[in-house]
């Protein structure tokens, strides 16, 4: 079995693209490097007669093939690790990669796992609430102007993720757990949290968003995800009984 990168694992994520020459574009760039898997999410405009002028030749079978969703959480459900891409940093968007490390990253874990890359519309990049569900975030360094066109960023990451594919990987990750189980484990966690006083209740998401990113960095598997699930079950009976046993003191 090859230890290189497997290229047919990672989805190119567009949330709500506006322009349908950028699609098109971005399809060419990705045949280009040999990657073939296209999403689009709450596409702003998808005429695809102008999807397909772009993207001419074998890249028309991308457009063919891409998948399309209203919503980002489903788009996202079976992928198991997560990358965001901004332009625009801060204290709530830190740029924890760029293109050629990430790209070593995913070596491994691409074996093993769906690996979803996510561009923000043209204008605007991601939001704060969609890089939230990244297990990092990558930023192209740029000398002076940081905004890139979209199929021009696509290129540049999938180029990087090309030469990575003809390099030999170290070992492989397991399968990691995937967008539906992480986001089912946050929200079990910030209940428990909450009913425990740990997080404060008038800003949750601002401490849940330090908790995300902390678990980010292992990352975790199904099984692992399984266990903090467990966890957060017996923490919710521990509470039940406290609470019954005041009720009863009191009665």
């Known amino acids: 079995m090859s230890n290189r990168i497997n290229l047919d694992q990672v989805g190119i994520v567009l949330v709500k693209p506006q322009i349908p020459e950028n699609i098109g574009a971005v399809a060419r760039a990705m045949h280009n490097m040999g990657l073939h898997r296209l999403v689009l ?17 074998p890249s028309i079978d991308i457009v063919e093939n891409m998948e399309e969703h209203q919503d980002l959480s489903k788009a996202l459900g079976p992928y198991g690790y997560v990358v965001g891409t901004t332009a625009r940093i801060g204290t709530r968007r830190p740029a924890l990669t760029w293109p050629r490390l990430l790209a070593q990253d995913l070596v491994p874990i691409s074996r093993n796992n769906l ?19 990244c297990h990092t975030i990558a930023r192209i360094p740029t000398a002076s102007f940081s905004s890139l066109n979209l199929a021009q960023a696509v290129m540049i990451v999938c180029y990087e993720m090309f030469l990575a594919a003809r390099e030999k990987a170290s070992r ?47 990352p975790l598997r199904a099984r692992e995800v399984r266990i903090i699930r467990g966890v957060c079950r017996q923490i919710d009976w521990y509470t039940e009984q406290l609470e019954t046993m005041k009720r009863d003191g009191g009665g």
Request: charged share 25%; glycine share 6%.
């Open 172 to 218: 492989p990750l397991p399968r990691l757990a995937n967008t539906f189980e992480l986001e089912g484990m946050y929200a079990h966690l910030k209940d428990v949290l909450l009913k425990i006083g740990f997080i404060d209740p008038q800003n949750p998401e601002h401490w849940m968003l330090n908790i995300r990113r902390f678990l980010s960095r292992l």
């Open 41 to 57: 999410v709450s596409p702003e405009n998808c005429d695809l007669c102008r999807v397909v002028k772009m993207a001419t030749g």
């Open 115 to 133: 690996v979803a890359i996510l561009f923000g519309p043209e204008d605007r990049g991601l939001s704060n609430d969609e890089l939230r569900r």
